[in-house]
């Protein structure tokens, strides 16, 4: 099977625009969760999806959002970039309790 | 809340000796999942091992090794004859068992270099 994947994997954006990042799950997985990974924060839960249904979110302004297609394959939004959004942006999807990530979207804000 | 620590930043490691990352974690939950995860330079998080909380056997997967300690809330990994391509991050993680929700807790990571 293939793992999950991530598109792109790099992508420079300027402040105040707006991004949307893909992720692929493996075959049959249905949830898929997303990760913001920084240098100070480390890694922090933005939010899972499962059946097309967000189910859990974290802590991030509503600049950040997501959704999941019938396919299971999920995309996340950030609008207004700020500086602050620089990060490794990672996709996950679960099976049996078990979550397999993507290699991430380096996401570069200038 | 749950909170996950790794209180060691950056450790070291002879190739072919062995190494112990430490982990601790703060729940009121009795049931819950911990995990080790490894993500070398190319970034692909990976697992490494898991353990489910109401199981008192150690998890064991090849040379990595866990300590589980429910009572001191501490989950330490080992890794034996360790080989060049260890050389990563170390992460350690939680998820509550107590709803399907898909929110794991990760600690802030533990960088291992592999010495030749």
């Known amino acids: 099977k293939a793992g999950v994947t991530q598109t792109p994997r790099y992508l420079i954006k300027t402040r105040g625009q707006q991004v949307t990042l893909s992720c692929s799950p493996i075959s049959g997985h249905r949830s898929v969760s997303w990760y913001q990974q920084t240098p100070g924060q480390g890694l922090q839960f933005l939010f899972e999806?499962?059946?097309?249904?967000?189910?859990n979110k974290g802590n991030f302004p509503g600049r950040f959002s997501g959704r999941q297609f019938s396919n299971s394959r999920s995309e996340m939004n950030v609008s207004t970039l700020e500086l602050g959004d620089s990060a490794l942006y990672l996709c996950?999807?679960?099976?049996?309790?078990?979550?397999?990530f993507g290699a991430g979207t380096r996401l570069s804000v200038l | 809340a749950q909170t996950v620590t790794q209180s060691q930043p950056e450790m070291s490691v002879q190739e072919a000796e062995t190494v112990t990352l430490s982990c601790t974690y703060d729940?009121?939950?009795?049931?819950?999942?911990l995990f080790w995860y490894k993500q070398p330079p190319s970034r692909q998080m990976i697992l490494v091992i898991r353990?489910?909380?109401?199981?008192?056997q150690n998890a064991t997967e090849n040379r990595f090794s866990v300590n589980f300690q429910k009572a001191a809330k501490s989950f330490s990994l080992k890794i034996s004859d360790s080989q060049l391509g260890d050389a990563a991050m170390y992460f350690c993680?939680?998820?509550?068992?107590?709803?399907?929700?898909?929110?794991?807790?990760f600690g802030p990571g533990t960088s291992l270099s592999v010495i030749p």
């Open positions: 999806y499962f059946s097309e249904t967000q189910r």
């Open positions: 993680a939680y998820r509550s068992m107590k709803t399907s929700y898909d929110k794991v807790i």
């Open positions: 729940t009121s939950e009795s049931d819950y999942y």
């Open positions: 353990q489910e909380a109401y199981k008192q």
């Open positions: 996950a999807s679960r099976d049996k309790n078990i979550q397999y």
